[in-house]
T-cell receptor
Framework: SQQGEEDPQALSIQEGENATMNCSYKTSINNLQWYRQNSGRGLVHLIL?????REKHSGRLRVTLDTSKKSSSLLITASRAADTASYFCATAGDTGANSKLTFGKGITLSVRP | GAGVSQTPSNKVTEKGKYVELRCDPISGHTALYWYRQSLGQGPEFLIY????????DSGLPNDRFFAVRPEGSVSTLKIQRTERGDSAVYLC?????????????FGPGTRLTVL
């Protein structure tokens, strides 16, 4: 079963615009991670935010986490055509020693040149 | 190696056959994960190894699926009596020994097609 639900399911923007993607989840987490996937293969790790963190930055990426609302957002600033991909949020649970990731269905981002 | 590698990249087999999918994790990563991704979906967890032992195999769909990691490095996912519903991309990931806090690095996947 998939815990995360991303919103929107698809997003189309013009190059240079900002892209905001949201993720909601259901159970308590240890951390939340965002991944990018091109052409249905090869997930690339983008950023990890822990449950005691509220915001994190990495280059053009900004991630926020609100554990009270069980939600996260990924902001990509000044988007480029190369950012076109599917984006997934994934959560790691906080029980036991298992850190398996539970993924959402993903968001398809298209950046028009 | 530089990253997680998986072989083969593509596997086409007939219903009822046996297949093995191999994963070579990043050197020094003690945690290894298998996921399965169907078209239009996110990856779904299958099994997690910490060292040589399967710490959590709750995601394996049934007893036709089995995975091993005998020396704590390379892992093999084995599927017996394949069914058309097993067709998917099988992804392997590895992470450092503190899995709660470390990101997982994914391989390119093996696309399995069962005819």
């Amino acid at each position: 079963s998939q815990q995360g639900e991303e919103d929107p399911q698809a997003l189309s923007i013009q190059e240079g615009e900002n892209a905001t993607m949201n993720c909601s989840y259901k159970t308590s987490i240890n951390n939340l991670q965002w991944y990018r996937q091109n052409s249905g293969r090869g997930l690339v790790h983008l950023i990890l935010i822990r449950s005691n963190e509220r915001e994190k930055h990495s280059g053009r990426l900004r991630v926020t986490l609100d554990t009270s609302k069980k939600s996260s957002s990924l902001l990509i600033t000044a988007s480029r055509a190369a950012d076109t991909a599917s984006y997934f949020c994934a959560t790691a649970g906080d029980t036991g020693a298992n850190s398996k990731l539970t993924f959402g269905k993903g968001i398809t981002l298209s950046v028009r040149p | 190696g530089a990253g997680v590698s998986q072989t083969p990249s593509n596997k086409v087999t007939e219903k009822g056959k046996y297949v093995e999918l191999r994963c070579d994790p990043i050197s020094g990563h003690t945690a290894l994960y298998w996921y399965r991704q169907s078209l239009g979906q996110g990856p779904e967890f299958l099994i997690y190894f910490q060292g040589t032992g399967a710490a959590d195999d709750s995601g394996l769909p049934n007893d036709r699926f089995f995975a091993v990691r005998p020396e704590g490095s390379v892992s093999t996912l084995k599927i017996q009596r394949t069914e058309r519903g097993d067709s998917a991309v099988y992804l392997c990931a590895s992470s450092l020994g503190a899995p709660f806090y470390n990101e997982q690095f994914f391989g390119p996947g093996t696309r399995l097609t069962v005819l």
